[in-house]
């Protein structure tokens, strides 16, 4: 993670981390934070503790960064496909699964969102 780096100039040289970025200029940077996801761990815990301030391309981005690091996850082993798992992504998907009742997500957040589901089996475990 990039610490922030100060300049003797004012508003200057100053470079963020991602989780900082976002506490400092608002969601709108939540995508660009979740494409630097290390680990399905982190996207979970930074689902935790951004994910109310979330919009549709946020959510969408999740679940596509989710997926693919799910994907990467698979090959060396873990917890892919446990109740561990579902129970870790319950808060996701009932965020998601609200959105989109109140129509607050675009096509591609809903096809983002299908795809990860169905390829992780995560559904059809009782609430969205």
Known sequence: RLAA????????????????AVESRGPEL???????????QHIIRF????GSTF???AVGTMWYVFR????LEK???GWLRTAELA??????????????????????AIASAVHALSA????GRGEP
């Open 5 to 20: 780096v100060r300049s003797p100039v004012p508003g200057f040289g100053r470079r963020l981390s991602a989780r900082a």
């Open 68 to 71: 693919r690091r799910a994907n």
């Open 75 to 77: 090959h060396a082993g």
């Open 30 to 40: 939540a995508p660009q934070a979740l494409m630097r996801a290390g680990s399905i």
């Open 120 to 123: 992780l089996d995560l559904t």
């Open 87 to 108: 129970e870790a992504a319950r808060p996701m998907c009932v965020q998601t699964g609200r959105m989109l009742r109140d129509h607050e997500l675009c096509p591609r």
């Open 47 to 50: 689902h935790a503790k951004h």
């Open 55 to 57: 919009d549709s391309e």
